[in-house]
């Protein structure tokens, strides 16, 4: 597995970004895989998961905004969020864990990407 983030930027509050995680390794569709944020002075914390089945999990703080979601046909994974705030600022990362079900823990995920990059601005 070789995840390659993309599509961060800046953005108004607001306004909305896609983020993508390719997998150049073409096994995206045996990993459930998930999407994690860290605030510059922050720790990384959990924004969002989908299992293989599609089933999916999100942070209280994200939910009703974000949408996870994965093409594995196009071995590639999505983030949409909408309504971005100002405390959505972040460095964003996609992981990737060979296992059925998503976890919200990032030492559950065995694989990252290099993350992208996201800052709304007020």
């Known amino acids: 597995v070789q995840l390659q983030a993309s599509g961060g930027g800046l953005v108004q509050a607001g306004g909305c970004l896609r983020l993508s995680c390719a997998d150049s390794g073409r096994t995206f569709s045996s990993y459930s895989m998930g999407w994690f944020r860290q605030a510059p002075g922050k720790e990384r914390e959990f924004v969002a998961a989908i299992a293989w089945s599609g089933y999916t999990g999100y942070a209280e703080s994200v939910k009703g905004r974000f949408t996870i979601s994965r093409d594995n046909a196009k071995n590639t994974g999505y983030l949409l969020m909408n309504s971005l705030k100002p405390e959505d600022t972040a460095v964003y990362y996609c992981?990737?864990?060979?296992?059925?079900?998503?976890?919200?823990?990032?030492?559950?995920?065995?694989?990252w990407g290099q993350g992208t990059e996201v800052t709304v601005s007020s």
């Open positions: 992981a990737a864990r060979k296992y059925a079900s998503y976890s919200g823990s990032l030492n559950n995920y065995d694989y």
